[in-house]
């Protein structure tokens, strides 16, 4: 089965409260290069590893087909920070 | 069911050959000993597409880059390049349970992938992470990394 947004987005969401969610295919359409950002309070008290070993496992199947695979994880406050510093993507 | 289909196959490597799936979840006592040898082989070590002066992937230059810009010396620093052993390629992702290469261990502690480095780096940790686990020489007096200014 081909991996396009939609799938990712759908096994995110069955998993993790998300308020926010980018999913940035960078592949030029081959679906194999995806960077994503998620903001989620379900983050909260977790270290940057163990989101990204989360998101990781969560996500196996489909990254295990990716060429490249590139996460962002923050709580809904460090996103607003994020925002705030204005550091792009 | 499952559980004899499983544990016949262990002693039966060459079955598992016809599966990538289960074959990249038994990674070999001596795989495992190798690559615990080549994660505590340095008190950093980067296993990375490429080599230090020749990356062959952006994440692998990126994470390069990193240590360099940390100032990590050279003695202190080991490379392995997955690109030319693909047994090792394999193995580190299953030794780490991580999907992606480059990895960085230091002081035979898994840290990260590029992302996570590429963060710490940005937000001031990675210094004071380098600074504690005794990988660079912590400079008193001066001015601390700016996301930990007052």
Do not use: I
């Given at each position: 089965m081909p991996i396009d947004t939609a799938n990712l987005e759908a096994a995110i969401r069955n998993s993790l409260n998300c308020t926010h969610i980018e999913i940035e295919d960078q592949s030029n359409g081959c679906g194999e290069n995806y960077a994503i950002l998620l903001v989620s309070?379900?983050?909260?008290?977790?270290?940057t590893l163990m989101r990204h070993r989360w998101i990781n496992q969560l996500l196996k199947d489909e990254i295990s087909q990716m060429h490249a695979f590139s996460q962002k994880t923050f709580t809904p406050k460090q996103y607003e920070i994020h925002l705030a510093k204005g550091v792009q993507g | 069911m499952l559980r004899t289909a499983l544990r016949s196959s262990l002693f039966r490597p060459a079955v598992l050959g016809a599966n990538r799936v289960f074959a990249a979840r038994f990674l070999s006592q001596e795989a495992r000993a190798q690559i615990q040898n080549a994660v505590s082989s340095s008190p950093v070590v980067l296993f990375m597409k490429g080599t230090p002066s020749h990356p062959e992937c952006g994440f692998s230059r990126a994470a390069i880059q990193v240590l360099q810009l940390q100032e990590v010396p050279e003695e202190k620093l080991k490379t392995y390049n997955v690109l030319v052993d693909p047994e090792l390629r394999s193995g580190i992702k299953e030794f780490s349970d991580w999907p992606t290469i480059p990895q960085l261990y230091v002081n035979g502690e898994f840290v990260g992938g590029c992302d996570i480095l590429l963060s710490m780096h940005q937000s001031g940790e990675l210094e004071t992470f380098l600074e504690n686990s005794n990988i660079i020489p912590k400079v008193e007096g001066e001015a601390v990394p700016v996301s930990a200014s007052v």
């Open positions: 309070e379900d983050f909260e008290g977790k270290s | -």
